[in-house]
Structure formats: structure tokens, C-alpha cells
């Protein structure tokens, strides 16, 4: 028993040295992005302030945006990306240290399992965010869109399986050479390749709309009621509201930027909505 942990201790204290022995690295990284950063949010905020004043037909000026938000649900996603490793790395600690009793076998499955699950969930959220920007592009998507939406539960349960499937793959993909029935190693590779490769599309294409959805695809507004008129909250700017006033026709927004006043930020009655389209722009 002390010989085990002996060993234990001897493994985990390699692992603390090895992060030490990278520390110039690692400070050398942090250096080149905190550099890179300043430059990289002055250009998002230019390259979103073009985008406003051509959308909007407003002084860009007015307008502002940072990339932290970007950033940060960029780490997010390669932090959970890495994540989905963990299980494999624990399955091969502990039969590297013969530690293969059933404690940790099963703390590695429950935990591919969980892992999975996550990433499965953040996939749902990409596919509806997919969907939600293809479905403009032609008739086809939109049907395939009707269909998922009509069968919500369906398409979310099949989507957190993708991404079980796909945990438990990476964990147990090199266990399966012990298995004696060549069919369930050849289903269970396929499996593993198809959920893989649906889990991998649905993310990629889910973040690369996410980060570039532009202020054309917005359909999230405040409205505000001053002195019993109605009004689009457009941006904030130096204390102040931007509005527009605005009409409704046939469900379609219409925003009448070519008049646009600055109101006090608690001024008036205030409501969320969410547009089924973008809104028509009235220069």
C-alpha cells in the first residue's frame, strides 16, 4: 500500500515539474498575447463600427464593441475541446501506474460519460445557432430547420449522444483491439467515426457562425416608450441612448434611422424583444 503511493507521489510530482520546466513558454506566450490583444480589440472595434455606420446609416462613432466576449467563448471552446481528453489521460495514468480497480474504472466512464454530455449540449447550441443563419440561404435548410424544430426533443437527445459517443471513443478506441467479435469493433469504430465527425462539423461551423454573425443578422432589441412614443434602442454613448423611432408592417420592423435622438438611460418604459427577421433599415 505505501509502495503504491509512494509511486503515486512520484508521478504527480513529474507532472508538477514538467508545467515548471515549460515556464518560459508559458510566460513567453502570455507576453505575445497580451500584446496582441490591444490590437487585435482596436480592429474589431473599427471593423464593427464600418459594419454599423453602413448598416444603420449612422456616424460609426456612436457605436462600440470589444472582443472579450469573442475571446473568451473562443478559450471556452478549446478548454472543453481539451477537456474531452481527460478520461483517455486518467484510463492510461492508472493502468500505467496498475491501478485498474474498479473505483477508477468506473470514475473514468462516469466522467467520459458527464464530459460527453457537455459537449453534446454545447453542440446544441451551435446547431440551432447553424440553422438559425442557413435556413436564410435557400428553401432546402429551411425545411430541414421545420423538421428539427418539430422534433426538438429527438434532435437534442441525438445530439448529446454524438457527443457521448464521441468521449467514450477517444477513452476506450485503443481497449477495443481486445475485443474478441471483429463486428462490434467495426460497429464501434464507425460509430465512433460518424459521431466524431457530426460532433467535430457541428462545432466548428457553430462557432465559426457565432463569431461572425454581423450586426445585418441581429434580431435582439430594447424599446423604449419616452413621452408616449415608441422607440429602438440602437447603441449607448457616453451616458446617453441612441433611438430611432420605428413602425411594424405585416411583422417586419422597420427602423427610421434618418431621425435618431439621445435620451437619458433610465428615461422611459422599457421591453426586450426578439424579431423573427432582421429589421428593414429607413435611411
Known sequence: MAKKKKIKCKADASIVENIFSKKDLILSVTGVLTVLYPIANTIYKMIYQSECEKYYSLPGRYFYASIDNSLVYLGAIIILSLICFMPSYMKKHD??????TKGPVVYTLLLAIVIGMEWGMINVFNLSTIMKQAYKTNHFFGCINDILNRNAYVTVSVVILLGIITVLGFTYMDGMKFVRWRVVRNIWKKLFVISFSLSLLIMVYGSIFKLSISIEDKTKYEVVTVEDKDYVV??????????????IDDEQYIFETKQYIFVDLFEGVYKYIDMERSPKIMP
Request: aromatic share 10%; hydrophobic share 25%; proline share 5%.
Open 234 to 247: 440602437l447603441t449607448e454613448y457616453h451616458d446617453k441612448l441612441l433611438v430611432v423611432p420605428y413602425e
Open 95 to 100: 493502468e500505467n501506474q496498475k491501478n485498474t
